[in-house]
């Protein structure tokens, strides 16, 4: 009992109950998205596996969670590796690997670890230690290389930018926090001409004759449930979403 009231007065108990909240949310909502049990089991398997790892990476202190985070960050690289190994591809894109009944996003995973070590490798950085530096582009290059492979733009922008915000956290020159600006600006105007689907769903949104279909759903849902809904399992325009 000694070690579950020191994890509990070392914890912070807002976010905590705010995330027990927002599962417990998201396991009562899970029954109205279809007639069987397939969504309720399946988050609240995740749900249950999330607060697990939660109490766990909670306990552990700061040379171990920057052990945990090295080595799973190479096992989850090795995992996106599988990705394109195993060519498990869903519309077009390779970012899951399937695991039974269950499909992973190694790229989803992998964030919190590279931003732990990230913030790792800045700190030697700083306490003289500057090959570090190279060690933590490696990191980054390495992750953004198979990312931008699967191929997952969002992911991409998303990544990148927390690692320069990081970097300019730490004391970043202006210079290369413009450089950086450059970089996320290219390669944003680069995908529209390199994948068509980003292609498409820009033009979709700057013409305003282009498919309005699921804008337009989103819309009814609004008018029909207003901002609070019609209840679980009540509505009935999410079966019309193709990807609902």
């Given at each position: 009992?000694?070690?579950?009231?020191?994890?509990?007065?070392?914890?912070?108990?807002?976010?905590?109950?705010?995330?027990?909240?927002?599962?417990?949310?998201?396991?009562?909502?899970?029954?109205?998205?279809?007639?069987?049990?397939?969504?309720?089991?399946?988050?609240?398997?995740?749900?249950?596996?999330?607060?697990?790892?939660?109490?766990?990476f909670s306990n552990l202190g700061d040379k171990n969670i920057r052990r945990v985070s090295l080595v799973s960050f190479?096992?989850?690289?090795?995992?996106?590796?599988?990705?394109?190994?195993?060519?498990?591809?869903?519309?077009?894109?390779?970012?899951?690997?399937?695991?039974?009944?269950?499909?992973?996003?190694?790229?989803?995973?992998?964030?919190?670890?590279?931003?732990?070590?990230?913030?790792?490798?800045?700190?030697?950085?700083?306490?003289?230690?500057?090959?570090?530096?190279?060690?933590?582009?490696?990191?980054?290059?390495?992750?953004?290389?198979?990312?931008i492979l699967q191929p997952d733009l969002g992911m991409t922008i998303l990544i990148a930018t927390t690692f320069f915000?990081?970097?300019?956290?730490?004391?970043?020159?202006?210079?290369?926090?413009?450089?950086?600006?450059?970089?996320?600006?290219?390669?944003?105007?680069?995908?529209?001409?390199?994948?068509?689907?980003?292609?498409?769903?820009?033009?979709?949104?700057?013409?305003?004759?282009?498919?309005?279909?699921?804008?337009?759903?989103?819309?009814?849902?609004?008018?029909?449930?207003?901002?609070?809904?019609?209840?679980?399992?009540?509505?009935?325009?999410?079966?019309?979403?193709?990807?609902?």
């Amino acid at each position: 009992m000694k070690v579950i009231e020191n994890w509990w007065l070392s914890i912070d108990k807002l976010n905590f109950i705010l995330i027990i909240s927002l599962g417990i949310t998201g396991v009562i909502l899970s029954f109205s998205v279809n007639e069987n049990f397939y969504y309720i089991n399946r988050h609240s398997i995740f749900f249950i596996i999330s607060i697990l790892l939660l109490v766990f990476f909670s306990n552990l202190g700061d040379k171990n969670i920057r052990r945990v985070s090295l080595v799973s960050f190479f096992i989850l690289i090795f995992m996106l590796l599988l990705v394109f190994l195993l060519d498990f591809e869903i519309k077009g894109a390779k970012r899951w690997l399937k695991i039974f009944s269950f499909t992973i996003q190694p790229s989803e995973i992998i964030k919190p670890f590279f931003i732990i070590l990230t913030a790792w490798c800045i700190s030697q950085t700083i306490n003289s230690k500057k090959y570090y530096n190279i060690l933590l582009f490696v990191f980054f290059a390495i992750l953004l290389s198979f990312i931008i492979l699967q191929p997952d733009l969002g992911m991409t922008i998303l990544i990148a930018t927390t690692f320069f915000c990081q970097l300019f956290v730490a004391g970043l020159p202006l210079l290369l926090v413009f450089v950086a600006l450059g970089f996320l600006i290219t390669m944003t105007i680069s995908s529209y001409y390199l994948f068509d689907h980003v292609k498409k769903r820009i033009s979709s949104f700057l013409d305003s004759g282009a498919d309005t279909y699921q804008i337009d759903l989103s819309i009814k849902a609004f008018q029909s449930g207003g901002i609070l809904g019609k209840g679980p399992g009540q509505g009935i325009l999410k079966e019309r979403f193709p990807d609902a």
